[in-house]
């Protein structure tokens, strides 16, 4: 391999970056999702200076554990950036750890973003993704990158539809030629289920409890819907501290009661659900009945989630293959054919 060759390989280690409110992913051209880690940056602040002690799964790791000199925070709130020198560090240390740190390595990058992103948000995910050395920025729809990834005909002449339920928003669009028809963003995800669990369980059994705890009784026992027989379904033991008597205690909670906690962000998924549908041009609501919804996001495996919205609309409703992955894939896959989706791209310049 000569100079030019050398040279020609080092500056083509393009990614895909999912920039997510709860983990970011990042696909690598030509070998795939390389990364999948936590959006969470733990700071230590000491005489006057902050300097990044953990990023990712360590960080993450010490949320509602730190002392008063560490801060452990998530630069994004609802699929944006919420502090800019934050998530700047926080992508340049994956763009890093992507790269096993080659100095020189500047990259073309593309970014998700939020359907409902304002042009003051989608600049600052575009200036923070330069800064951490990419030399071109490229924005993709979540939307869009979610039902390229789970294998929808978006470019075709027919009506798909998604919903991506991320961390911070859910989204739900219309596809058809390679366009959003029509979108819909709302700002309820994984982190709206997690503190309504935490509204719950104080309410319900005065346990106070934090959002790594709530996270780990949605995926245990969390339901859209209590279950049909009558009886609580599955269980799981949760810990916190009793806000009556300030001592740490245990209580069981069941799938039924954890349900009934979501109850009011199910019901927000499905009546956007429903506005989207009664906005979709009727040549492409007959595709979509044809063709079903696809649930994509961390949020689709929520359990029961897909009947709810099927009994809803009474329309077929799948859940795609790899749901927690198909924002990185979609991106990943716009990544590699570059020249002929440009199309559902935004560059930067």
Same mark, same amino acid.
């Given at each position: 391999?000569?100079?030019?060759?050398?040279?020609?390989?080092?500056?083509?280690?393009?990614?895909?970056?999912?920039?997510?409110?709860?983990?970011?992913?990042?696909?690598?051209?030509?070998?795939?999702?390389?990364?999948?880690?936590?959006?969470? *940056?733990?700071?230590?602040?000491?005489?006057?200076?902050?300097?990044?002690?953990?990023?990712?799964?360590?960080?993450?790791?010490?949320?509602?554990?730190?002392?008063?000199?560490?801060?452990?925070?998530?630069?994004?709130?609802?699929?944006?950036?919420?502090?800019?020198? $934050?998530?700047?560090?926080?992508?340049?240390?994956?763009?890093?750890?992507?790269?096993?740190?080659?100095?020189?390595?500047?990259?073309?990058?593309?970014?998700?973003?939020?359907?409902?992103?304002?042009?003051?948000?989608?600049?600052?995910?575009?200036?923070?993704?330069?800064?951490?050395?990419?030399?071109?920025?490229?924005?993709?729809?979540?939307?869009?990158?979610?039902?390229?990834?789970?294998?929808?005909?978006?470019?075709?002449?027919?009506?798909?539809?998604?919903?991506?339920?991320?961390?911070?928003?859910?989204?739900?669009?219309?596809?058809?030629?390679?366009?959003?028809?029509?979108?819909?963003? @709302?700002?309820?995800?994984?982190?709206?289920?997690?503190?309504?669990?935490?509204?719950?369980?104080?309410?319900?059994?005065?346990?106070?409890?934090?959002?790594?705890?709530?996270?780990?009784?949605?995926?245990?026992?969390?339901?859209?819907?209590?279950?049909?027989?009558?009886?609580?379904?599955?269980?799981?033991?949760?810990?916190?501290?009793?806000?009556?008597?300030?001592?740490?205690?245990?209580?069981?909670?069941?799938?039924?009661?954890?349900?009934?906690?979501?109850?009011?962000? *199910?019901?927000?998924?499905?009546?956007?659900?429903?506005?989207?549908?009664?906005?979709?041009?009727?040549?492409?609501?007959?595709? @979509? *009945?044809?063709?079903? @919804?696809?649930?994509?996001?961390?949020?689709?495996?929520?359990?029961?989630?897909?009947?709810?919205?099927?009994?809803?609309?009474?329309?077929? *409703?799948?859940?795609?293959?790899?749901?927690?992955?198909?924002?990185?894939?979609?991106?990943?896959?716009?990544?590699?054919?570059?020249?002929?989706?440009?199309? $559902?791209?935004?560059?930067?310049?």
């Amino acid at each position: 391999m000569n100079i030019f060759s050398k040279l020609g390989s080092l500056f083509s280690s393009d990614i895909a970056i999912d920039l997510g409110t709860a983990n970011v992913l990042v696909y690598l051209k030509d070998e795939g999702i390389v990364l999948n880690e936590p959006s969470v *940056v733990a700071i230590l602040e000491a005489g006057g200076k902050s300097e990044i002690l953990a990023v990712g799964e360590e960080a993450k790791n010490m949320v509602g554990k730190t002392p008063g000199s560490i801060k452990a925070i998530r630069p994004l709130k609802d699929g944006v950036i919420a502090d800019f020198d $934050v998530a700047e560090e926080m992508i340049k240390h994956f763009i890093r750890k992507v790269h096993n740190r080659k100095r020189f390595v500047s990259p073309r990058i593309i970014v998700c973003i939020p359907y409902g992103a304002t042009a003051v948000e989608r600049r600052a995910i575009q200036e923070a993704a330069e800064s951490a050395g990419a030399r071109r920025v490229y924005l993709i729809e979540e939307p869009m990158a979610a039902a390229i990834g789970a294998g929808l005909p978006v470019s075709e002449p027919c009506g798909s539809m998604v919903i991506d339920i991320g961390g911070g928003t859910t989204e739900i669009a219309v596809l058809s030629l390679g366009g959003i028809v029509y979108a819909k963003s @709302i700002r309820v995800g994984g982190d709206k289920m997690d503190g309504d669990i935490v509204s719950y369980v104080r309410k319900a059994h005065d346990l106070l409890i934090g959002e790594t705890s709530a996270e780990r009784i949605k995926k245990a026992v969390g339901a859209a819907s209590v279950p049909k027989n009558g009886e609580p379904g599955r269980k799981t033991v949760v810990k916190g501290r009793n806000i009556k008597t300030g001592f740490p205690e245990e209580v069981e909670v069941n799938e039924a009661q954890i349900a009934e906690g979501l109850k009011e962000c *199910v019901s927000a998924i499905v009546d956007a659900v429903k506005v989207a549908l009664e906005n979709t041009p009727p040549e492409l609501s007959s595709d @979509i *009945v044809e063709r079903g @919804i696809v649930l994509t996001g961390g949020g689709a495996l929520l359990k029961n989630l897909d009947e709810v919205i099927q009994n809803v609309t009474h329309l077929s *409703v799948i859940v795609a293959e790899d749901p927690l992955s198909c924002v990185a894939l979609g991106s990943g896959r716009a990544l590699e054919e570059l020249d002929t989706m440009k199309g $559902v791209l935004n560059s930067s310049r």
